[in-house]
């Protein structure tokens, strides 16, 4: 990313409208004309796209792509709040560059009413510095992991599902890229926790951290989030900063397999254990599968019985866990651990004792 900013014009209106950043110490004239000479990518512009626009054009930010084929729907509106009702029927992308150009007439849109797909990814990333990850499915995010990885391309993820959301900067300075922490031998579909809905305003924070880590790296201050995850709780209005390079650096033979328990600890009930350290052990265990009945049908691990999460809540589903509990280890498990760990609290809730599963993922 260039640093160089002699050829960056800052006009009088900028001044007034940027003086409270360009007061800052850190930030300053300087700071304010990078932001304006830097070239952002956002893949997506629904839930968290939609709040790291908004934030990206009011901080100044040069030029913005925005790539998106979705059309704008009622539903979209209880967390997309760029969009309003009169856009409902229009491509988001369309409708997101309209209200970006009237937020700061100085910025410059460019739409990509695409998909993102192997035939594309090289000539649409190639024209942006920093890739913003908005995106709601496994295959398109490894796909955007895979090409920032080879174009050398920051790539700044976030994720949400319920009430819980996870945010880092993959592939910058050395750090991970994301496809290396996930594991390559699950399909995508078995990838997705999100069928529960999502609280509205979760999107609006994870956005907000993924807008903020764009400015600090064009900026160049603070402490990028790299080599490690942020993973946030709203029920429990919680953080955790969680470190992962140390653990890729010791296992850089394994990096394919390597799998990262992103889970915010819970109570003493329970504990985080190795898949391969079950096969090994002759308890006598009660496996559940929290996920839809369409994923555990593709595929699920051996002796698993499928209990949907949406199940576990009612009260025949819970009396049956107490009896097995009485003699069997339960065993909860989800391939991106967040149904696992709404689960697991509310098992704990009816103290229930039982085990959270790390599943570790080899070829």
Known sequence: MSRTTNDVLIKADEYQIYARQINLSNIQLEGQKRLKKAKVLCVGAGGLGSITLLYLAAAGIGLIGIIDNDIVELSNLQRQIIYTSADIGQYKAE????????????????????????????SIIKQYEIIIDCTDNFQTRVLLSHKCKEMHKIHIYAAIASFKGQASVFNYMGGPSYHEIYSKTI????????????????????????????????????????????????????????????????????????????????????KYINLHNICKSNIAT???????????KA???KYAVNIPLSLIRKDRVLQLLYLQ???????????????????????????????NLKVAHNK
Do not use: W
């Open 187 to 270: 399909h995508p579909s078995h990838r997705s926790c999100n069928t529960d809905g999502v609280l509205g305003i979760l999107p609006g924070i994870m956005g907000v951290i993924q807008a903020t880590e764009t400015l600090k790296i064009i900026t160049g201050i603070g402490n990028v989030l790299n080599g490690c995850i942020i993973q946030y709780d709203a029920l429990n209005m919680s953080m955790q900063k969680i470190k992962i390079y140390e653990c890729l650096s010791q296992n850089k033979h394994q990096r394919n397999n390597f799998t990262i328990d992103y889970s915010i600890p819970i109570s003493k009930t329970c």
């Open 95 to 122: 409708s997101a560059s309209r209200h970006l150009c009237a937020l700061h007439r100085h910025v410059k849109i460019n739409t990509h009413v695409d998909k993102l797909t192997s035939d594309n990814a090289y």
């Open 299 to 301: 595929a699920h691990l």
């Open 325 to 355: 509990s009485k003699k069997k280890k339960i065993i909860l498990y989800c391939n991106s651990s967040i149904k696992s760990d709404i689960a697991s609290d509310i098992l704990n809730n009816a103290h229930i004792p039982h085990i």
């Open 286 to 296: 009660y496996l559940i599968d929290l996920r839809d009945p369409i994923e555990y």
